[in-house]
């Protein structure tokens, strides 16, 4: 969490600029794969200090100059709908139906395209948001805990 709080408050401080605050080995990136790290982490506490992490920051990282960045943390996202523990897939489901899946969509077009400055609109089997719906909302639909099944189809209607 605190490395979610503390890109947040960069964000925020440099309106969407990052700043290091003179400190060059925390570099947003190094962050990011430190919280993608602590996402696939045996422990749930652990996993779900990580999502909690980037719920905080998410939303800033997005809307700033470093969209980009959140699309290596994509990809763990969704393989942490494989978690054993129930309260790591509910605070999951939380935390996608928070994000701005077409605005996500739209950087992720933008950071796939080999011409700087250009959106090439992908196929929608590619698409983020619907990775997000056929590889970890539908699944959670069909969850054994009734809790998980509640936050994934909350996570759907949102």
């Known amino acids: ?20 605050f003179g400190r060059p080995s925390l570099a947003i990136s190094s962050l990011l794969e430190i919280l993608c790290k602590l996402l696939g982490h045996e422990s749930s ?17 997005l809307h700033s100059l470093h969209a980009s960045v959140i699309l290596a943390v994509i990809p763990h996202l969704i393989n942490v709908a494989a978690n054993l523990y129930w309260l790591v897939k509910v605070e999951l489901c939380e935390l996608l139906s928070g994000l701005p899946l077409s605005f996500t969509d739209h950087v992720e077009s933008c950071g796939n395209s080999s011409t700087p400055g250009t959106c090439v609109p992908l196929p929608p089997a590619d698409r983020f948001s619907h990775r997000v719906l056929t590889a970890v909302l539908v699944p959670l639909l069909a969850d054994q805990d009734p809790r998980v099944r509640a936050a994934a189809a909350a ?3 949102r």
């Open 1 to 20: 969490m605190v490395i979610g709080q503390y890109v947040r408050a960069s964000l925020v401080h440099s309106c969407g600029q990052y700043n290091d």
């Open 45 to 61: 506490v652990t996993s779900r200090g990580a999502i909690a992490g980037l719920g905080l920051c998410v939303d800033e990282l």
């Open 155 to 157: 996570a759907c209607v």
